[in-house]
């Protein structure tokens, strides 16, 4: 459904931008109509096709762009949070984590690791265990959306690296964590 | 009803200036022995390096059993037999007398000769001679202190033995894996590290420390000897490998690895390194310990959702499950008869200590004035259980009695202090 929703965002970018291609085009047309018919003219709608041609290229590099840039800003989200004793990734996670694995199926020679990290309640190697866990559930979830296994490597940290230092619900819930760390693009 | 007091153990801290840790005894015990040991005689010149019968008092004292007579409190000072006045102890409602007379050998060694008396029936119990190296007067105390305490309790004395632990700085830039003496004192540092150690746990025979090293980037299990600092690598498996333990017989080792994804306990055959797997389930097996007598493991397991402690005969391979009070249990450690077991325990609240009896399942919670606790580990006489905890915005080490009586603390004088693991019985 997750992926779904990306493909339908992706699609719609894609769209727009192929909608504003076309609207250029057709811009350029009518403008292309309104020229009087003379060699000058000609010459001008020659250069005003020729504009349109490349206005047409250039389209098309910012449909790349847009789908690009989406990529880019949902791939800026690379720690992933967990709930306490819970591996389940959360829905606000998953986009993300979808583009990461575009990302990396589009880029073969991309590779990843996934750090897992625990709050410090608990034991220490229940916690090992548990970032163990929830770096293993992020990634089935990119090899489901198309990286390769080859690709990833998960390593936990359990409870040993916190981000946040406090005792408290704010620190932890910071700390409940898989880190993508990218070691090729 | 229980006494509640704190002392700071000023004379203590004196004598261990170069000791990270402090102890201060929170909770103790109304119904221990009160006893008294009255500073030994010196017969020497120069000022001893250590106060014996301090350590000895302290040692007693900290035991929960006994309830040691500050020397202010003393109405006399005996060191001999017939020094004593019996009617003196007699006021003070003392039970037993410690008195002692040191001196040093031809070699610059020492000398201990001490009796323990029986107030009430003003007879001597003990009367023995120790001796030791120049450096050996706390190795002295200690070991007079496990004499007594055997005597009167029939127990063994676990005061000579020692403690390994994880200290970090406050930035965790900086970790060391720690040994020091079962009161903190004469701390070293025996492995040094950037990244983190985790599991410390003692060979039998008191010679080595397994541990988990993310040196390499990932927990890797290596194995150190005490007395030379050699290490050896002996599990780098792909994913983790972590929370070693020695079987009873030193031949084998229970530890976690992923390499097969999920964290699953396997067993080591130490001489040929012939992996055996004992969890095969898709949740989180860790945490294995052996029972007492190696035929069986105990081991925390997420299989049901939440972590409870599951046992699993090496013959029939079947877990079972043994904890079924409260939605967190993990981490146990057996104590030395196999009667009872130690695990970090929480039921909705805070996590604490709690021992469940392994014949009738009766849990008991130990620990209430400490938060976020864990590691527990239990001495070899099986009195105490050394534990982390969390104080202010610090992690600490506390020991709680068994019976939940007696507790101190061993605050750090910097950073972090986690990951206790108390020591076999050394010979």
Redesign the interface.
């Known amino acids: 459904m997750q992926k779904r929703a990306l493909v339908k965002v992706l699609g719609l970018t894609f769209g727009a931008a192929l909608m504003t291609a076309c609207a250029s085009n057709s811009d350029i047309a009518e403008g292309e109509e309104l020229q009087p018919l003379d060699a000058a003219v000609e010459e001008t709608a020659a250069e005003v096709e020729t504009q349109g041609i490349e206005a047409q290229a250039v389209a098309g590099e910012q449909v790349d762009a847009a789908a690009n840039e989406a990529q880019a800003a949902l791939m800026k989200a690379t720690v992933f949070y967990f709930d306490f004793d819970n591996i389940t990734i959360k829905a606000d996670s998953k986009n993300a984590l979808i583009a990461h694995s575009q990302y990396l199926a589009a880029n073969s020679s991309a590779r990843v690791v996934l750090e897992g990290h625990a709050d410090e309640r608990g034991t220490v190697e229940y916690n090992l265990a548990l970032g163990e866990r929830r770096g293993l559930s992020v990634s089935r979830f990119l090899q489901a959306n198309g990286a390769a296994a080859s690709q990833i490597e998960t390593v936990s940290f359990g409870e040993e690296r916190p981000a946040l230092m406090g005792h408290n619900d704010d620190s932890w819930s910071q700390n409940r964590r898989v880190e993508i760390k990218y070691q090729s693009r | 009803m229980k006494l509640v007091f704190k002392i700071v153990l000023l004379s203590l801290l004196a004598l261990q200036a170069r000791a990270e840790l402090v102890i201060e005894i929170t909770q103790g015990n109304q119904r221990a022995i009160p006893m008294a040991v009255v500073p030994f005689k010196w017969k020497g010149l120069e000022a001893l390096p250590e106060n014996v019968a301090q350590i000895v008092a302290n040692d007693l004292g900290r035991s929960g059993y006994f309830n040691s007579l500050s020397k202010t409190e003393m109405l006399s000072l005996p060191n001999t037999e017939e020094e004593v006045f019996y009617r003196d102890w007699e006021l003070l409602r003392q039970d037993y007398l410690v008195i002692g007379e040191i001196e040093s050998d031809a070699r610059g060694g020492f000398i201990i000769n001490f009796k323990l008396i029986d107030v009430n029936t003003r007879t001597v119990l003990m009367n023995q001679k120790l001796t030791g190296g120049a450096s050996a007067l706390r190795d002295i105390a200690h070991f007079m202190s496990d004499r007594i305490f055997a005597a009167l309790t029939g127990v063994p004395g676990a005061f000579s033995t020692k403690l390994v632990y994880v200290t970090t700085n406050?930035d965790?830039t900086q970790f060391n894996l720690s040994y020091a003496d079962a009161d903190g004192a004469r701390e070293q540092n025996i492995f040094t590290s950037k990244q983190?150690i985790?599991?410390p746990a003692w060979s039998n025979d008191g010679k080595k420390i397994a541990y988990a090293s993310?040196e390499n980037?990932?927990?890797e299990i290596f194995i150190q000897e005490i007395a030379s600092g050699k290490r050896e690598k002996i599990a780098s498996f792909k994913?983790?490998n972590?929370?070693p333990a020695f079987s009873p017989d030193g031949t084998k080792m229970a530890m976690?690895l992923?390499r097969n994804?999920?964290?699953d306990v396997y067993v080591m055959d130490l001489a040929t390194r012939k992996l055996d797997r004992i969890t095969t389930h898709y949740g989180?097996?860790?945490?294995p310990q052996w029972m007492p007598d190696g035929k069986s493991l105990i081991f925390?397991s997420?299989r049901i959702g939440?972590?409870q402690i599951y046992q699993v005969s090496l013959i029939h391979r079947k877990p079972k499950r043994i904890t079924f009070e409260g939605d967190?249990n993990?981490?146990a450690r057996i104590t030395p008869d196999g009667r009872k077991m130690v695990m970090?325990h929480?039921n909705g609240g805070d996590?604490h200590i709690a021992t469940q009896n392994m014949k009738t399942g009766i849990l008991q919670i130990l620990t209430t004035d400490t938060?976020?606790d864990?590691?527990p580990s239990v001495a070899p006489n099986g009195s105490m259980v050394v534990y982390a905890a969390?104080m202010g915005?610090r992690s600490i080490l506390a020991a709680v009695s068994l019976d939940g009586e007696v507790k101190f603390r061993l605050p750090s004088k910097y950073g972090d202090v986690?990951?206790p693991a108390w020591s076999p019985l050394l010979k």
Do not use: C, H, M
């Open positions: 406050r965790r983190p985790i599991s993310f980037g990932r927990s994913g983790s972590s929370a976690v992923s994804g999920n964290p989180i097996d860790t945490e925390t997420s939440k972590p967190y993990a981490r970090v929480r996590f938060q976020l864990e590691s969390s915005d986690r990951e």
